[in-house]
């Protein structure tokens, strides 16, 4: 069975610092790796995504994320955070035997000023 | 090309009610899955859907629960009898399918169950 494991579920971090949540997956099979970013009253947009290849995937705005395989990690990072990048942010994994999606219990991530 | 609409953006229904959760897919696409956001929770799947056949309703709960993908017309998610347990968000997405089924999701319902 695949899982994923969002450490934090909330995260503040100051204008134009790093931002960095973590992501942790469970799968018996190789994993195809997603965030998704949640803006209040919507649905999800996908940020990036994971299949094959490059272990470094770089998404929309400005944010990117790192396979790991030996450490079964997924963290979405972006290296200067803007307020627009406020809103919750889910990780989720899926794979090629089931079409479902397997998602996080998500992070909300917010700027300080 | 118009992205997954959902409709209605916002319901309200009373205890005993029916609920019904319309989803139209994109373009071209022809599988349809249904999640549902509990607060404070991610998304939980719920069910897939093809043209016609329900492939994968694992994570539909076993009673007053149902949902059916028409030939023509958009997917339908119908809750009998909601209770306030019911109150969620509930979201559709949608797939050409194939290898690699990248899913684009609809802005979601808001049920509320008085």
């Known amino acids: 069975a695949q899982s994923v494991t969002q450490l934090g579920s909330h995260v503040s971090v100051s204008e134009g610092a790093l931002v960095l949540l973590r992501c942790n997956y469970s799968s018996s099979v190789p994993p195809y790796l997603f965030w998704y970013v949640q803006y209040p009253n919507q649905g999800l947009q996908l940020l990036l995504k994971y299949t094959t290849g490059a272990t470094l995937v770089k998404g929309i705005n400005g944010f990117e994320a790192e396979f790991k395989k030996s450490e079964t990690s997924f963290h979405l990072t972006k290296p200067s955070a803007h307020m627009s990048d406020a809103a919750e942010y889910f990780c989720a994994v899926s794979d090629l035997i089931n079409d479902k999606i397997i998602f996080g219990k998500g992070t909300r991530l917010h700027i300080l000023p | 090309n118009a992205g997954v609409m959902q409709n209605p953006r916002h319901l309200v229904r009373r205890r005993g009610q029916e609920a019904r959760l319309r989803c139209s897919p994109m373009?071209?696409?022809?599988?349809v899955y249904w999640y549902r956001q509990l607060p404070e929770e991610g998304l939980k799947f719920m069910v897939y859907?093809?043209?016609?056949?329900?492939?994968?309703e694992s994570g539909m709960p076993k009673e007053r629960f149902s949902a059916e993908f028409p030939k023509e017309g958009p997917s339908i998610l119908r809750i009998q009898q909601v209770v306030r347990g019911d109150s969620a968000a509930y979201f559709c997405?949608?797939?050409?399918?194939?290898?690699?089924?990248?899913?684009?999701f609809g802005p979601g319902t808001r049920l509320t169950v008085l």
């Open positions: 859907l093809q043209k016609e056949n329900i492939i994968d």
């Open positions: 373009k071209g696409h022809s599988h």
């Open positions: 997405a949608s797939s050409h399918g194939g290898s690699y089924n990248e899913q684009f």
